[in-house]
Structure formats: structure tokens, C-alpha cells
């Protein structure tokens, strides 16, 4: 048993050596850090060049080592970083990296301990340290999103009550920043601090609608962006933005519970399977370590796997309703 650990522990460091020593620097980066600062020295070193420059320049200092292996390693860092951002957490590149190989080892070295052979134990290792902090960073998205859409029409009304009562559009996004609790609130007071900073309205607000990725938040950017160039009655005009929405929501609860018994019946078709292979290994070990050793088992589990991921995902295309 310790020579299959120490076995296991030695690939992981050899394959992590390997990968740090052919791993050169990365042209699509380089290239993109080149046209940049051409930009910035053609620019006439305009003030909002100048503090965006500033502002990448205490991000990567603030940016640790860790940090660095995560770009390094990790898939598409700029989506990670942007999702890492969706959450409304403080949580950094090289924390996110350091809770994926945490849980890939431990996967690995339990699986390795259950005697299940040591390349399919790292691979099973290396999916679930990869595929669980990823699904739960999805769910965590999916929740401030929601927290923020349920009480998004509310700042919308309380943004037409002061403009109706004579406040400016700037004054009025940091008082539903102050006002309204949770997401909403935060965003919007993100908002006011880049206008204060100098930015534009514009601005500020498209670098939240990037973030957050919400229909919603753009309806409501471009609504302003119309208003500014066509001029008209901004308050009448958030005030059928804010009904749209409302109707929105209402539309997507009745989705929701007219689609929840397809839901329910996919969940326990699709976790069925699962559910038996679990009680009878169980129940009798060795009756199951088959499909870990004999290699016929092995690739009929695969391919039912495969057909149940085909499955599932049809299900849920069927299930899912755009609005």
C-alpha cells in the first residue's frame, strides 16, 4: 500500500515537473500585453489609458505566485477570473487552484487506498477536483444572480422616485446603491465609486453588465444608452422597464412549475443507476471492484456513462426554456 502511494505521489510530482518545465510563456499573452502598451504609448497618455494601466499594473502586484501556476495551469483563466468575480466573493486565482488539487489528491488517495488501479484513481482525481469546485461556482452564480434579478425591478422603481423628485441619474444610482440590500446594492455603489473615479456612466455600467451577464442589466444599459441619445421621459421610461421585468420573473416561476415534474423525473432516472451501484457495493465489494479491474467492465461502464451524460443532457435541453 505504501509503495502504491508513494508511486502515485511521485508521477503527480514528475508529470507537475514536466508540465512546469515545457510550459513556456504563453504568445497569446505576450502578444496581448505588446499591443497594449503600443496602445497606451500612441494614445497621447490619455487620463482614462493612464489609470486603466495603473489599475492592471496593482493587479499584478497583488497577484501572488500561486496566482501565477493558476494562469498557468488552469483553462481559460480570464472566464475563471470574470466567474470568480460573479460570485461576489473575495476568493482569488490561487485560492480556487489550491482547493482543486486539494480535492483532486484527496479523491486520488482514496480511491488509491480502495485498491482501484492508480491511473484510473488519478484521472477520477483530476475530473473531480477539476468538475466540483467548477459546479459549485456555477451554483453560487446562479444564486447572486437570482438574489440580484428579485430585487433588480425594486431599484428600478426607487431609481424613477428620484428622478421624479428632481435628482440626477448619478445621484440617484448612489442612493439605490445605499438603499437597496444585496447584490443590487453592491453593484450599484461599485457604479457610483467609478463615476467618482472619473469614468463614464457608460462605462462604469457596461463593466458591471460584463460581469454580472444578466439580460436583465442590459436591458436596463441600453434603455439609458437610447434615452441619452434620443432624450425623452427617463422616469416613464424605467417605469415600463421595471413592469417588463416584473412580467419577466412572473414568466419564468411559471416555467419553473409547469417544467418541475420533468425535472423530478430526470433527476431520479438519471441518479438511479448511481444510487444501486452504490447500495450493492455496499452490500458486497467485491462483487463491484470489477468494473475497476477487468477491462471488458471498465469499458461498458464507460460507455454507459457516455450514454447517460447524452441522456441527461437531453433532458435538460428539453427541460430548459428561454424567455
Not at 232 to 245: F, I, P
Request: proline content about 4%; hydrophobic content about 45%.
Amino acid at each position: 500500500m505504501f509503495s502504491a502511494l508513494l508511486m502515485a505521489f511521485s508521477g503527480c510530482v514528475s508529470l507537475g515537473l514536466i508540465l512546469l518545465a515545457f510550459s513556456g510563456p504563453n504568445a497569446a499573452k505576450a502578444k496581448t500585453r505588446r499591443m497594449e502598451g503600443l496602445k497606451n504609448r500612441h494614445s497621447g497618455f490619455s487620463t482614462e489609458a493612464a489609470m486603466q494601466a495603473q489599475m492592471r499594473r496593482q493587479l499584478t502586484q497583488r497577484d501572488s505566485k500561486m496566482d501565477g501556476y493558476a494562469n498557468r495551469f488552469l483553462p481559460k483563466p480570464d472566464m475563471l477570473r470574470l466567474r470568480l468575480q460573479q460570485t461576489g466573493k473575495s476568493w482569488t486565482m490561487g485560492q480556487y487552484f489550491m482547493v482543486c488539487l486539494g480535492i483532486a489528491a484527496v479523491v486520488a488517495l482514496l480511491l488509491i487506498i480502495e485498491h482501484v488501479p492508480i491511473a484510473i484513481g488519478l484521472f477520477a482525481g483530476l475530473a473531480v477536483g477539476m468538475g466540483l469546485p467548477h459546479k459549485v461556482i456555477g451554483m453560487l452564480i446562479k444564486r447572486r444572480v437570482a438574489q440580484f434579478n428579485s430585487k433588480f425591478p425594486d431599484a428600478i422603481e426607487l431609481l424613477v422616485r428620484g428622478l421624479r423628485s428632481g435628482l440626477p441619474i448619478t445621484e440617484t444610482l448612489s442612493v439605490v446603491g445605499h438603499e437597496v440590500p444585496g447584490p443590487v446594492g453592491v453593484e450599484f455603489r461599485l457604479i457610483g465609486d467609478r463615476i467618482k473615479i472619473g469614468r463614464t456612466m457608460e462605462a462604469a455600467m457596461q463593466e458591471t453588465a460584463d460581469r454580472l451577464g444578466t439580460p436583465e442589466f442590459q436591458f436596463f444599459c441600453i434603455t439609458l444608452q437610447i434615452q441619452r441619445e434620443t432624450g425623452g421621459n427617463l422616469a416613464e421610461t424605467l417605469a415600463n422597464l421595471a413592469d417588463v421585468l416584473r412580467k419577466r420573473a412572473q414568466m419564468k416561476l411559471k416555467i419553473k412549475a409547469m417544467s418541475s415534474e420533468s425535472k423530478a423525473s430526470a433527476y431520479i432516472v438519471g441518479s438511479l443507476p448511481f444510487f444501486v451501484f452504490g447500495t450493492v457495493y455496499f452490500m458486497n465489494p467485491n462483487y463491484m471492484m470489477g468494473f475497476f479491474h477487468e477491462t471488458r467492465l471498465m469499458i461498458a461502464g464507460g460507455i454507459g456513462l457516455t450514454w447517460m451524460g447524452i441522456g441527461a443532457f437531453i433532458m435538460a435541453k428539453m427541460v430548459n426554456f428561454e424567455i
